[in-house]
Nanobody
Framework: QMQLVESGGGLVQTGGSLRLSCATS????????MGWFRQPPGKDRVFLAA????????VYADSVKGRFTISRDNAKNTVYLQMNSLKPEDTAVYYC?????????????????WGQGAQVTVSS
């Protein structure tokens, strides 16, 4: 079973940047496609970004395209989410997600493992 631990959340002003990290352990990281989701207060968890095991392909939700960048370091078993130009509506708990194989984890039903979540708060 894979364990995922997010870090890097916090409080930032509008227009600022944060980088989330998700460190994994357990099964070989190379076999997993990775993703990020978020859950705003009182709302459903939604997909943000995903990356294939090689890092060669990425996909983004329209709401974050051009502002957020997903990447991975297979040597460190870690996936990242660089978040720029943050807005108050980006305030949410951010979750790292993993799915074995080539299919990208673009929906909750496709995720095999979840992290515990990291709070991101963007002040206006």
């Amino acid at each position: 079973q894979m364990q995922l631990v997010e870090s890097g959340g916090g409080l930032v002003q509008t227009g600022g940047s944060l980088r989330l990290s998700c460190a994994t352990s357990g099964p070989p990281f190379l076999g997993y496609s990775m993703g990020w989701f978020r859950q705003p207060p009182g709302k459903d968890r939604v997909f943000l970004a995903a990356i294939t095991w090689s890092g060669g392909s990425t996909v983004y939700a329209d709401s974050v395209k051009g502002r957020f960048t997903i990447s991975r370091d297979n040597a460190k078993n870690t996936v990242y989410l660089q978040m720029n130009s943050l807005k108050p509506e980006d305030t949410a708990v951010y979750y790292c997600a993993a799915r074995f194989g080539a299919a990208l984890p673009t929906a909750q039903s496709l995720v095999a493992y979840w992290g515990q979540g990291a709070q991101v708060t963007v002040s206006s």
